[in-house]
């Protein structure tokens, strides 16, 4: 028997629409109770059990029918009234107006370790769903069930995910927009948070001036996600906003520390407590490249590119501030923070970076010789996690510094040949980072072991989990477990894993679902 410790959450605290018609319209309050679909087929292909644990359970209960039962929507736990949330967002730069949980349904918040909102995403359709059906294909949810939990294991603050299931049901994409739409196997996630609220939510009530239900939710937000802030005042809610936009930003730099490009950075995907979420066409970076995004509707104006993610964050934050100005009502106040907020950003990223390059410290020469490094990597498309696996690895001090000892270190994360202008430039910036590591004086062994905590060894890149997919769509699931497994230590030397820890192929390079997404999932 499966026994979680329900307690009230999001649905308890703000009103729920009054109109229980449960059809597709614009609503009026923060949800809408809703009833997940049930699919007489479902088949549960991979469970997280340390995301089960999370809310109580241990691995022979996530076996159970019952555990299938319950988180695939078909069995109501006793006492709980599942419901989609109301939010609306900026998308692209432009505002949208309302959105909301078009394919998400929270179930309940547990209690266990910390308190989790348990939400199935790809259960059917709610209010929210607007022309679209409120399925997910199991292409895009094998991706966010493997990337969550990878980015948790990672340390980069995210959702997790409890399971990936199968519905046993077809589902019509086009997954190219191209007019060739195909019959496709469902799938419902099953997520957790501590919160699955956004800016939207925000911007949802501040646009319907609603003050009162912003307020309200305003003082759930502190209490459950920062509870160090006392409630119900302008300053607690200029506290709020400073955490927010620290805690948004310090999300970026974790993304451009891991090579992680979201992909559609809305302000209806930016959590309120500083969480990846929302796995759609995302990517991970091969080769360095600053420009690059994944998601095939931005390719004109790569709005959500690798590189931009931080200065986008500010962006969207200036919407969340927007939003909460009618409860704050003083503009010097969150201009302030929004000031503060962009003057960090390059502090945060160079701090980041040099921590990658295994420095104690950070100064104007470090941040300078950050920017050359970034501009060679760029410029030689260097793939950027073996490079700083490489850079980790090696004892620099030991080195003799030529011109061929560097390329020969460097060779397994080189795409092609370098010129030899390029490689002087290289040499050049070796010898001057080994002036660094030497002004710093770290233990070379202490060194490599801090470096190895902030430079994974193994990513989810794009063409393993587009390999995961072609596999599952064979009705094979050993490589879902297999990457699972490996990227539980992507810090840590697994020799029986290293056919991961390689170049891209090159069948990889241009093939759809490896280096180019949509949006269809
Ligand atoms: P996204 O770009 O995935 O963040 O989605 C933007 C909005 O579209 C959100 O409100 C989603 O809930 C909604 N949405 C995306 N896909 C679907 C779908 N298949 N059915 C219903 N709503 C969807
Ligand atoms: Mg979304």
Same mark, same amino acid.
């Given at each position: ?13 703000? *009103? ?72 609306? #967002? ?9 959105? !909301? ?20 995403? #790809? ?10 059906? !409120?399925?997910?294909?199991?292409? @895009? @949810? ?12 990672? #340390? ?124 759609? *066409? ?17 390719? #004109? ?24 100005? *009618? ?93 030899? @202008? ?67 230590? *992507? ?23 490896? @280096? ?6």
């Amino acid at each position: 028997m499966i026994q979680l410790n329900v307690i009230p959450g999001y649905a308890e605290a703000m *009103p729920a629409d009054p109109d229980m018609s449960n059809t597709r319209r614009m609503v009026a309050d923060a949800y809408s109770y809703v009833t997940p679909r049930i699919f007489p087929h479902a088949r549960l292909i991979h469970t997280s059990v340390e995301a089960a644990e999370l809310l109580g359970m241990d691995k022979t209960q996530t076996m159970s029918e019952q555990f299938l039962k319950v988180f695939s929507g078909q069995e109501v736990y006793p006492g709980t009234h599942p419901y989609a949330m109301a939010y609306a #967002g900026h998308q692209f730069g432009n505002w949208a107006g309302q959105l !909301g949980d078009g394919r998400a349904i929270n179930l309940f918040e547990v209690e266990h370790n910390g308190r989790w909102a348990v939400q199935l995403k #790809g259960a059917g359709e709610t209010p929210y769903s607007r022309h679209a059906d !409120g399925l997910a294909v199991l292409r @895009s @949810s094998i991706r966010e069930h493997l990337c969550s939990e990878a980015m948790h294991h990672l #340390g980069v603050p995210t959702t997790r995910s409890l399971c990936l299931i199968e519905t046993g049901e077809k589902v019509v994409r086009d997954m190219f927009y191209d007019g060739h739409p195909k019959l496709e196997p469902g799938a419902v996630v099953c997520r957790l948070s501590p919160t699955f609220i956004r800016f939207g939510n925000f911007e949802f009530f501040a646009a319907k001036k609603d003050k009162e239900k912003l307020t309200r939710l305003l003082d759930y937000t502190i209490n459950q996600s920062f509870p160090h802030i006392a409630i119900s005042s302008k300053d607690a809610y200029i506290d709020m906003f400073k955490d927010v936009c620290n805690l948004t930003i310090d999300l970026i730099m974790e993304w451009k520390r891991v090579g992680f490009v979201h992909g559609v950075m809305n302000t209806d995907n930016m959590s309120i407590a500083g969480l990846t979420l929302d796995y759609g *066409p995302y990517g991970w970076i091969d080769r360095y490249d600053e420009d690059w995004t994944p998601n095939t509707t931005d390719s #004109g104006q790569k709005r959500y590119r690798f590189g931009q993610q931080d200065y986008i964050a500010l962006w969207n934050l200036y919407q969340l501030a927007n939003a909460l100005y *009618p409860c704050i009502g003083d503009v010097d106040a969150l201009q302030d923070v929004l000031k503060t907020t962009e003057m960090d950003i390059p502090q945060k990223y160079y701090t980041m970076m040099s921590k990658k390059m295994g420095l104690r410290y950070v100064d104007q020469d470090i941040a300078l010789h950050v920017d050359e490094l970034r501009e060679l990597m760029q410029s030689s498309g260097i793939d950027m996690t073996i490079f700083f696996w490489i850079l980790s690895d090696v004892d620099w001090e030991a080195v003799e510094l030529n011109q061929e000892n560097i390329l020969r270190l460097i060779q397994p994360a080189l795409y092609r040949e370098l010129s030899h @202008s390029e490689a002087e430039k290289w040499h050049k910036w070796f010898e001057k980072y080994l002036m660094f590591l030497k002004k710093d004086k770290s233990n070379v062994v202490e060194r490599q072991q801090r470096m190895k905590s902030v430079n994974p060894k193994y990513v989810l890149r794009n063409y393993m989990a587009q390999l995961a997919i072609e596999q599952a769509y064979e009705g094979e699931y050993n490589l879902i477990d297999e990457l699972y497994e490996m990227l539980k230590r *992507p810090y840590t030397d697994q020799k029986e894993y290293d056919h991961w820890h390689k170049l891209i192929p090159d069948w990889a390079i241009d093939r759809p679902g490896s @280096s180019t997404l949509s949006c269809s999932s």
